[in-house]
Nanobody, 125 residues
């Protein structure tokens, strides 16, 4: 059972990146998906979520209108499309999967069952 995150890199402010998170050993179609990030010296924070329970979505205020969580059920992969990137988006980004819960995207980080290894995103000119 594994989540493999990829797609990070160096991008200029205003640019775009698409992060990928591929699952092996389990079916992402049946899991709530979350993307998180951790900047140097800061705590890990939630970025985006899509609940498998009720289809609800959550985006942090800092990324609303710029980031979109996407699923590709055929490829057992989820994506985080990031547009209009800002220097403050610089962080290590993690994907995570959680078994269905009546709380949808309101679950805590500790309730996620599987985590990817993280991929570095650096936004700088």
């Amino acid at each position: 059972v594994q989540l493999q995150a990829s797609g990070g890199g160096l991008v200029q402010p205003g640019g775009s990146l698409r992060l990928s998170c591929a699952a092996s050993g389990f079916n992402l179609n049946y899991y709530t998906i979350g993307w998180f990030r951790q900047a140097p010296g800061k705590e890990r924070e939630g970025v985006s979520c899509n609940s498998v329970t009720d289809g609800s979505r959550y985006d942090a205020d800092a990324v609303k209108g710029r980031f979109t969580l996407l699923r590709d059920n055929d490829k057992n992969t989820v994506y985080l499309q990031m547009n209009s990137l800002k220097p403050e988006d610089t962080a290590v980004y993690y994907c995570a999967a959680a078994r269905p819960s009546s709380y949808g995207c309101l679950i805590t980080m500790s309730q996620y069952d599987y985590w990817g290894q993280g991929t570095q995103v650096t936004v700088s000119s």
